[in-house]
């Protein structure tokens, strides 16, 4: 299975500040847990001007928003399945 998985991860300020600093480090161990380094591009996002939103993360141009550290596990799970 060729596929590959882009996340995007809003790092602006206000998603930064809100919960994306533990949310790329939750990504980053989880990809590395489950050996998922070479199939996931992740990168880091400026500022999306939909703060009131954030946090935001979006996998395959599927925007989550709201992100929580406690929820993002499950998001992966389910998304990187
Ligand atoms: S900081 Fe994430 S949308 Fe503005």
């Excluded at 996931?40 to 929580?68: E, Q, W, Y």
Aim: hydrophobic share 35%; glycine share 8%.
């Amino acid at each position: 299975m060729g596929q590959t998985y882009n996340i995007e991860i809003c790092l602006g300020s206000s998603c930064f500040s809100r919960g994306n600093r533990e949310v790329v480090q939750i990504i980053r161990d989880y990809l590395r847990k489950n050996h998922l380094d070479d199939k996931v591009v992740l990168r880091g996002a400026r500022c999306m001007n939909r703060c009131s939103d954030g946090p935001f993360v979006i996998i395959n141009d599927k925007t989550f928003t709201c992100i929580g550290v406690q929820d993002i596990e499950k998001i992966l799970e389910k998304e990187l399945a």
